[in-house]
């Protein structure tokens, strides 16, 4: 890996952090979607894995990883601060601390599910992509979106539903909502294809322009 990184590339991870942090927020809400009832975080979610499409295709799979890394690392980190901010005794005039408290507290066996399933989910989505890349660099970019996007979608459900709610809701329920989620994320994905087509070819352009992808095909394969 050479010893700079590309602005977009950090653009795009601080983009992938940012949706991280809202999807933790937005999982405070639950919406209603025909029959089906989810989180506020599927609006948000499936950008990161398009994020994580467009990092692994570009750049490759190491840098795919540190954003990974990184992400994580951020969202410990938001989860511990928030953890600290409830646990302080609010002012006696403030009126909000219901409502705050609502919002940032996440028990420990949410946050480790959503931890545990993100890294995971977002790696196994990144080796995927790279996989599928090395034996068809120059082709098939929407068939790996897609299909790295069905795997590592998968397996962070089967992560995060099993350790959040076993116990809390039936099994049958549980695998509704496994499926659901891969389901819709999987067509957020498909749908938005065009425009992430279009921003792979306009990013990997001005890249080339400035020199600032990995020298070749293997070091972008590297673990």
Same mark, same amino acid.
């Given at each position: 890996?050479?010893?700079?990184?590309?602005?977009?590339?950090?653009?795009?991870?601080?983009?992938? =952090?940012? =949706?991280?942090?809202?999807?933790?927020?937005?999982?405070?809400?639950?919406?209603?979607?025909?029959?089906?009832?989810?989180?506020?975080?599927?609006?948000?979610?499936?950008?990161?894995?398009?994020?994580?499409? =467009?990092?692994?295709?570009?750049?490759?799979?190491?840098?795919?990883?540190?954003?990974?890394?990184?992400?994580? +690392?951020?969202?410990?980190?938001?989860?511990?601060?928030?953890?600290?901010?409830?646990?302080?005794?609010?002012?006696?005039?403030?009126?909000?601390?219901?409502?705050?408290?609502?919002?940032?507290?996440?028990?420990?066996?949410?946050?480790?599910?959503?931890?545990?399933?993100?890294?995971?989910?977002? +790696?196994?989505?990144?080796? %995927?992509?790279?996989?599928?890349?090395?034996?068809?660099?120059?082709?098939?970019?929407?068939? #790996?979106?897609?299909?790295?996007?069905?795997?590592? $979608?998968?397996?962070?459900?089967?992560?995060?539903?099993?350790?959040?709610?076993?116990?809390?809701?039936?099994?049958?329920?549980?695998?509704? +909502?496994?499926?659901?989620?891969? %389901?819709?994320?999987?067509?957020? $994905?498909?749908?938005?294809?065009?425009?992430?087509?279009?921003?792979?070819?306009?990013? $990997?352009?001005? $890249?080339?322009?400035?020199?600032?992808?990995?020298?070749?095909?293997?070091? #972008?394969?590297?673990?």
């Amino acid at each position: 890996m050479k010893n700079y990184v590309s602005v977009t590339f950090m653009v795009m991870s601080v983009v992938f =952090c940012t =949706c991280l942090i809202t999807a933790n927020l937005f999982g405070t809400k639950i919406i209603a979607i025909g029959p089906f009832t989810t989180t506020a975080a599927l609006l948000v979610f499936p950008i990161s894995y398009i994020v994580n499409d =467009c990092v692994t295709e570009i750049w490759g799979y190491r840098h795919a990883r540190l954003m990974i890394t990184l992400a994580f +690392l951020i969202n410990l980190t938001f989860i511990a601060l928030s953890t600290i901010a409830v646990a302080n005794p609010a002012a006696p005039y403030w009126t909000g601390e219901a409502a705050f408290n609502f919002v940032f507290s996440l028990t420990p066996r949410i946050a480790i599910a959503s931890l545990l399933a993100f890294l995971f989910g977002s +790696l196994i989505n990144a080796r %995927v992509m790279a996989k599928m890349k090395a034996h068809s660099p120059n082709q098939h970019f929407s068939l #790996r979106a897609v299909v790295s996007t069905v795997v590592g $979608e998968s397996i962070d459900s089967l992560i995060f539903y099993p350790i959040a709610f076993t116990g809390l809701l039936p099994v049958s329920q549980l695998i509704s +909502l496994m499926i659901f989620q891969v %389901v819709m994320k999987t067509l957020y $994905e498909i749908v938005a294809l065009p425009v992430t087509m279009n921003v792979v070819k306009r990013i $990997e352009k001005h $890249e080339r322009d400035f020199d600032t992808l990995p020298s070749s095909s293997l070091e #972008r394969m590297t673990p």
